[in-house]
């Protein structure tokens, strides 16, 4: 979009005679001597049309206008403290508390030196320029051209896409406001930067964003960021190291290089391109700059515990529920610092690279949906990308469950009976395993047993769509009914896909995963408290009894033997992709539900692990760990017929006990 056109055009003035008319002067006491024979022109028709049209925009402007202005007005009475818009002394201090109130994490607290712009290397504030506000130095505070464009773009999306903001009106924002997304707020935003506009030079602008740019985490400043991502005083940033940490601020924890390389590598090297764009970088510096490695440190911070993973996935959902903390935080969560050991421990002794299993995720849910232990991979120090959180994979048949769901809803029962046989959809032939077909069985030893076809063959009878909607239901949206779908050929996470799995165990109930209890401020003010929802039967007692008699059957003499724990009832299914690059156990017990999922981050395959070895092993490994010294409970089940296989047999059977009546 061009600059605006600043042309005045010259408004063509309506009460000029018109074209062709004579204008005679004559004296004021004329028209008293002659008042049959002088008259003034009567108003055109035309003219009428002019003076209502004149009348209505002009109305509606000043309607519109004072609408305007009463709506500023409005946002005004309720406008934030100005005060804390000089740099605090030190960065916030956050402590991450266990569901026990024992301490995960404490980050934070270190000196928070102001930011002179001169002693900065000048690739800094014009990556920051380049990047988020290119007419900084010649717009009032907000621009125009840039919130318009903005519009535009989310109107085309359908959602919120862009925000349009300005480096001062970020600022306002991370200094003054809260994360709510509303329109007051957004006017409250602009109208403090323009306040900080007449208060403030552009140099003392930037020099106090970059003093409380926030880098996610609680890492606030220039200074700290800095130090965080390269462990060296940001006076000694090169043109990439610049780019790199403006390119971060758009979404501090997706483009966190120490969790996102890809994502952080193209990043940077947009906000590169847009530097070369701007001329802020020369051909030669530009070429460097992109071909140079960027050496990044990994963030050293004093943790309690080796709950990294989960820590770092709590500070990322605090930004979004809080923002930039504006004083020290205490948060609360669902963990158990004992189960997390149990976790670690587990994932330690599983991971086998002589098998080429390399990676290793485990994610553990209690019935309310809270997250009481999290692994996201082998080791965290040599790489902290989430793998139970953002990893998104197949499932293999870990995802039947949601299958044989939803034929019991439409009607079927573990005993009906399905052959084990070749099958042909559209030229598709799926097949199993063991590359054998095993003819007759129940519902309830296909699933134990894994049988392919007969998943794909439920999944025809009952509907895909309805398999969607049964999925959906228990939590895990957007699947497409594909003909692969039975056979879990979509990506999901293992996260979602475990959480999914806790109403079996919670007696049906519906839950929304979750792993911060409450945020406190430094003074026991409360800033965010989860809401506990009302408890919802999302699952009959009868299909839940069915399907875990099923799944029970799965570790007791399926394909998940190795999940089996002495003493206690326990349920769950394994999953295994093509070519074992995926191996996966989804499984549960009355406390928990725990999912692990085995593979290589580059998708190679391994050496025929599948989900009833490793996986089903570490996951036998944490529970077992995890549940000691809790009693024993058993999972709501239901009972199956003696000696009746199938549908059939059970109404010969009755028909026999009908002859016997009296």
């Given at each position: 979009?061009?600059?605006?056109?600043?042309?005045?055009?010259?408004?063509?003035?309506?009460?000029?005679?018109?074209?062709?008319?004579?204008?005679?002067?004559?004296?004021?006491?004329?028209?008293?001597?002659?008042?049959?024979?002088?008259?003034?022109?009567?108003?055109?028709?035309?003219?009428?049309?002019?003076?209502?049209?004149?009348?209505?925009?002009?109305?509606?402007?000043?309607?519109?206008?004072?609408?305007?202005?009463?709506?500023?007005?409005?946002?005004?009475?309720?406008?934030?403290?100005?005060?804390?818009?000089?740099?605090?002394?030190?960065?916030?201090?956050?402590?991450?508390?266990?569901?026990?109130?024992?301490?995960?994490?404490?980050?934070?607290?270190?000196?928070?030196?102001?930011?002179?712009?001169?002693?900065?290397?000048?690739?800094?504030?014009?990556?920051?320029?380049?990047?988020?506000?290119?007419?900084?130095?010649?717009?009032?505070?907000?621009?125009?051209?840039?919130?318009?464009?903005?519009?535009?773009?989310?109107?085309?999306?359908?959602?919120?896409?862009?925000?349009?903001?300005?480096?001062?009106?970020?600022?306002?924002?991370?200094?003054?406001?809260?994360?709510?997304?509303?329109?007051?707020?957004?006017?409250?935003?602009?109208?403090?930067?323009?306040?900080?506009?007449?208060?403030?030079?552009?140099?003392?602008?930037?020099?106090?964003?970059?003093?409380?740019?926030?880098?996610?985490?609680?890492?606030?400043?220039?200074?700290?960021?800095?130090?965080?991502?390269?462990?060296?005083?940001?006076?000694?940033?090169?043109?990439?190291?610049?780019?790199?940490?403006?390119?971060?601020?758009?979404?501090?924890?997706?483009?966190?290089?120490?969790?996102?390389?890809?994502?952080?590598?193209?990043?940077?090297?947009?906000?590169?391109?847009?530097?070369?764009?701007?001329?802020?970088?020369?051909?030669?510096?530009?070429?460097?700059?992109?071909?140079?490695p960027i050496l990044v440190e990994p963030y050293q911070v004093r943790a309690l515990t080796s709950a990294r993973y989960f820590t770092d996935d709590v500070?990322?959902?605090?930004?979004?529920?809080?923002?930039?903390?504006?004083?020290?935080?205490?948060i609360h969560t669902s963990l158990d610092r004992r189960a997390q050991a149990a976790a670690e421990l587990a994932v330690a002794r599983g991971v086998d690279?002589?098998?080429?299993?390399?990676?290793?995720?485990?994610?553990?849910?209690?019935?309310?949906?809270?997250?009481?232990?999290?692994?996201?991979?082998?080791?965290?120090?040599?790489?902290?990308?989430?793998?139970?959180?953002?990893?998104?994979?197949?499932?293999?048949?870990?995802?039947?469950?949601?299958?044989?769901?939803?034929?019991?809803?439409?009607?079927?029962?573990?005993?009906?009976?399905?052959?084990?046989?070749?099958?042909?959809?559209?030229?598709?032939?799926?097949?199993?395993?063991?590359?054998?077909?095993?003819?007759?069985?129940?519902?309830?030893?296909?699933?134990?047993?894994?049988?392919?076809?007969?998943?794909?063959?439920?999944?025809?009878?009952?509907?895909?769509?309805?398999?969607?909607?049964?999925?959906?239901?228990?939590?895990?949206?957007?699947?497409?009914?594909?003909?692969?779908?039975?056979?879990?050929?979509?990506?999901?996470?293992?996260?979602?896909?475990?959480?999914?799995?806790?109403?079996?165990?919670?007696?049906?109930?519906?839950?929304?995963?979750?792993?911060?209890?409450?945020?406190?401020?430094?003074?026991?003010?409360?800033?965010?408290?989860?809401?506990?929802?009302?408890?919802?039967?999302?699952?009959?007692?009868?299909?839940?009894?069915?399907?875990?008699?099923?799944?029970?059957?799965?570790?007791?003499?399926?394909?998940?033997?190795?999940?089996?724990?002495?003493?206690?009832?326990?349920?769950?299914?394994?999953?295994?992709?093509?070519?074992?690059?995926?191996?996966?156990?989804?499984?549960?017990?009355?406390?928990?539900?725990?999912?692990?999922?085995?593979?290589?981050?580059?998708?190679?395959?391994?050496?025929?692990?599948?989900?009833?070895?490793?996986?089903?092993?570490?996951?036998?490994?944490?529970?077992?760990?995890?549940?000691?010294?809790?009693?024993?409970?058993?999972?709501?089940?239901?009972?199956?017929?003696?000696?009746?296989?199938?549908?059939?047999?059970?109404?010969?059977?009755?028909?026999?006990?009908?002859?016997?009546?009296?």
């Amino acid at each position: 979009m061009g600059e605006p056109d600043n042309t005045v055009v010259e408004e063509k003035n309506l009460l000029v005679p018109a074209a062709g008319s004579v204008a005679i002067s004559k004296p004021f006491w004329h028209k008293l001597l002659t008042p049959d024979t002088v008259h003034p022109p009567a108003p055109t028709k035309k003219r009428k049309w002019a003076f209502g049209i004149l009348w209505i925009i002009g109305g509606s402007g000043y309607l519109a206008a004072s609408a305007l202005f009463g709506w500023f007005a409005w946002a005004g009475l309720s406008m934030p403290d100005t005060s804390p818009l000089w740099a605090p002394k030190a960065t916030p201090v956050i402590v991450i508390l266990d569901r026990h109130d024992r301490v995960l994490l404490k980050t934070g607290g270190r000196e928070a030196k102001p930011v002179v712009l001169n002693e900065l290397p000048p690739a800094l504030p014009h990556a920051l320029i380049a990047t988020e506000d290119k007419r900084f130095y010649s717009h009032p505070g907000f621009d125009v051209i840039g919130l318009m464009r903005a519009m535009r773009e989310n109107m085309k999306q359908g959602r919120i896409v862009q925000g349009g903001s300005t480096i001062t009106q970020q600022l306002a924002k991370n200094v003054f406001l809260t994360r709510r997304q509303t329109l007051k707020r957004k006017t409250q935003e602009i109208m403090l930067s323009v306040w900080l506009e007449h208060r403030l030079t552009k140099l003392e602008i930037l020099e106090t964003y970059l003093s409380r740019v926030y880098f996610g985490g609680g890492t606030i400043g220039i200074e700290s960021g800095a130090q965080r991502f390269f462990n060296k005083p940001a006076k000694d940033l090169d043109i990439g190291e610049a780019a790199l940490l403006a390119g971060i601020l758009q979404a501090p924890d997706r483009l966190n290089p120490n969790k996102n390389h890809r994502a952080s590598a193209e990043r940077t090297a947009q906000v590169l391109i847009k530097m070369r764009g701007q001329n802020y970088v020369s051909v030669p510096e530009f070429k460097a700059a992109m071909t140079a490695p960027i050496l990044v440190e990994p963030y050293q911070v004093r943790a309690l515990t080796s709950a990294r993973y989960f820590t770092d996935d709590v500070l990322a959902q605090t930004d979004k529920i809080i923002g930039v903390p504006r004083g020290d935080i205490v948060i609360h969560t669902s963990l158990d610092r004992r189960a997390q050991a149990a976790a670690e421990l587990a994932v330690a002794r599983g991971v086998d690279t002589k098998r080429n299993a390399q990676q290793a995720a485990l994610i553990a849910f209690d019935g309310t949906g809270g997250v009481r232990a999290m692994v996201g991979g082998a080791s965290y120090e040599h790489s902290p990308f989430n793998r139970a959180v953002k990893a998104r994979r197949q499932p293999g048949s870990a995802f039947k469950p949601f299958v044989y769901l939803a034929a019991l809803q439409h009607g079927h029962r573990p005993w009906d009976i399905y052959t084990d046989r070749e099958i042909d959809i559209k030229g598709w032939k799926p097949g199993n395993f063991s590359n054998k077909f095993l003819g007759e069985m129940s519902l309830e030893k296909a699933l134990a047993l894994s049988v392919n076809t007969i998943a794909v063959q439920l999944g025809e009878d009952v509907g895909r769509d309805n398999i969607v909607a049964a999925a959906d239901m228990m939590g895990l949206p957007g699947f497409k009914p594909y003909a692969s779908l039975a056979l879990g050929a979509q990506e999901v996470s293992l996260y979602e896909l475990s959480a999914a799995y806790v109403p079996f165990a919670n007696w049906g109930k519906r839950v929304t995963p979750y792993s911060i209890e409450a945020i406190y401020g430094a003074d026991g003010y409360i800033l965010y408290e989860r809401a506990v929802p009302q408890a919802q039967q999302l699952l009959p007692r009868e299909v839940l009894g069915q399907m875990n008699l099923m799944l029970k059957t799965v570790t007791q003499r399926g394909t998940g033997k190795r999940a089996r724990i002495e003493g206690r009832e326990t349920a769950g299914k394994t999953g295994t992709t093509n070519d074992y690059r995926d191996a996966w156990f989804v499984g549960y017990s009355a406390d928990y539900v725990a999912g692990v999922w085995v593979g290589n981050d580059d998708n190679s395959p391994m050496s025929r692990v599948t989900g009833g070895s490793i996986p089903a092993q570490i996951w036998h490994d944490f529970m077992t760990a995890a549940l000691e010294g809790s009693p024993a409970a058993p999972l709501p089940t239901a009972i199956r017929p003696i000696g009746v296989d199938n549908t059939r047999s059970l109404e010969l059977l009755l028909s026999g006990i009908e002859k016997e009546l009296p």
